[in-house]
């Protein structure tokens, strides 16, 4: 008898493994994305951005001073930390939809007669035969690889802003720099129109206006240095850090790669961390669309009890409770049909809004490549001719400092040129960091220097470190 109700238990597992084996629905594949490629438009006095797209942090911003604050922000930053966790969570529901594929057991210890003991387990498996567990298991993973995703946009958009704030505390440095020269300036200016002055060569409203002037920019050194003060707070929040002064190279000593383009669009959708977290979204609502479906099937599961006596040797199996537990898995759809399809249809509009993120996504990446290029495009030749027009004004002022003391020129030729120099080298400066900021916005376009082997399994967010700078 034992040995029938052993082999009937073996039969119906394996009947329930070869229907659980047999799956009714297909695996995720993309959609037509064919008008990607015709996103990223060809621009002149281009080559190739598959170089920067590789890069890492590291190799990009080669300032050594930025590279420790980058470090330190990367550690510090509670957004960045917070989704860390997150891929831990992910990671924690994908192994409890794992191990929903096994059998789970619920054990006892009973006593009869004296010296008697009875132990036994309650068993249950569904068997997922058509396949809800198994794409809840899937839904889990893409969540895995959201999570991920979302890690890499908030460490690329974090990376980004810092070098965003450390070259523009470069910038106002620059800036503040030749303020304070432009006023030495004036003031050796000053000191030759009194000498003028005296000398019957110039006059008095020449000497005030050339003051004025040297106050003028002495005042916008105010404004500078309190602008500098604002930002390097911003700074130190955005690393975690009280207020404190930020240590810092300078402009002259930046160095970036020289000719960018749009890359290529396959390459972009594998980095990008904006269209890598869409898809897996759109790939968890699929599967959950699928484990909707699954809900107007039964839900076959074995269920029975196993169980040993001491003294009897024998094995007890109950198949009536098995065989009860797979009628009754089989007439529960029955009595949830109406939330069934209410449940499918909520699932399918989910797809379908994950469907249209996913393509704008794709299209916003076509808008950020192609912005980030112009930009930087726009800015080199903007530098390029700025150059060209600080260096004509050099000698502008040179030639007419000459001609002032010979009493060949007006105190108002003096005072334009000097203007028009100090506005045309502030206007270097600022175009030197708008293409500083270009290359940083494209290479966040480009998927923020991705790197799969940052976020191994059993990452877990770093212990602060305080700034020794």
């Known amino acids: 008898m034992m040995k029938q109700t052993i082999y009937k238990f073996i039969l119906v597992i394996s009947a329930i493994l ?106 249950n498996w569904d068997a997922d ?82 003051k004025a002037n040297k106050l003028k920019i002495e005042s916008s050194i105010f404004t500078m240095e309190h602008t500098i003060q604002t930002v390097e707070n911003e ?64 839900n076959l599961t074995l269920s029975g009890s196993l169980g040993w006596t001491n003294g009897s040797g024998a094995m007890v199996v109950n198949p009536a409770g098995l065989i009860a537990g797979v009628i009754g898995s089989l007439t529960q759809p029955i009595f949830g049909r109406g939330a069934n399809k209410a449940r499918l249809a909520a699932a399918k509009a989910e797809q379908e809004i994950a469907l249209y993120n996913f393509r704008q996504a794709i299209l916003d990446a076509g808008i950020n490549v192609n912005d980030a290029i112009s930009k930087w495009q726009t800015a080199q030749k903007r530098l390029d001719v700025n150059k060209r027009q600080v260096l004509h004004l050099q000698a502008a002022v040179w030639n007419i400092k000459l001609l002032m003391k010979r009493g060949s020129t007006n105190y108002l030729e003096v005072l334009t040129a000097q203007q028009n120099l100090l506005d045309a080298e502030l206007t270097c400066i600022s175009d030197r960091y708008d293409q500083i900021i270009s290359i940083i916005s494209l290479y966040k376009a480009l998927g923020g220097g991705y790197d799969p082997a940052e976020d191994a399994p059993a990452e877990t967010p770093k212990k602060k470190r305080q700034s020794g700078m």
């Open 18 to 123: 070869s229907l659980s084996g047999c799956g009714i629905y297909k695996k995720y594949e993309r959609p037509d994305i064919s008008f990607a490629d015709s996103l990223y438009r060809r621009l002149p006095e281009c080559t190739d951005t598959n170089h920067i797209a590789m890069l890492s942090w590291e190799e990009l911003f080669t300032d050594p001073i930025l590279q420790e604050w980058i470090k330190l922000g990367v550690e510090n930053n509670t957004d960045l930390n917070v989704a860390r966790y997150r891929i831990e969570i992910a990671r924690a529901n994908l192994k409890a939809a794992q191990w929903a594929l096994f059998p789970g057991a619920n054990g006892s210890i009973s006593g009869g007669t004296p010296g008697t003991v009875t132990i036994g387990a309650d068993v």
């Open 129 to 210: 035969v058509f396949g809800k567990l198994r794409n809840t298991k899937r839904s889990a993973a893409a969540s895995v690889e959201e999570s991920i995703a979302s890690k890499q946009s908030v460490q690329s958009l974090l990376v980004s802003t810092i070098a965003g704030y450390y070259y523009n505390l470069i910038m106002l440095d620059e800036k503040l720099n030749t303020s304070r020269r432009t006023v030495e300036n004036w003031e050796e200016n000053i000191r030759t129109m009194e000498a003028l002055k005296r000398a019957g060569k110039t006059t008095e409203a020449a000497v005030l206006q050339a």
């Open 235 to 298: 700074f130190a929040a955005l690393l975690g850090m009280v207020p404190m002064k930020i240590k810092r190279g300078n402009l002259e000593n930046q160095s970036f790669p020289t000719e960018l383009s749009e890359g290529v669009p396959v390459q972009l959708l594998a980095r990008r961390p904006d269209i890598r977290k869409a898809e897996q979204v759109l790939i968890q609502k699929y599967y959950l669309t699928n484990a909707a479906r699954a809900y107007f099937y039964p």
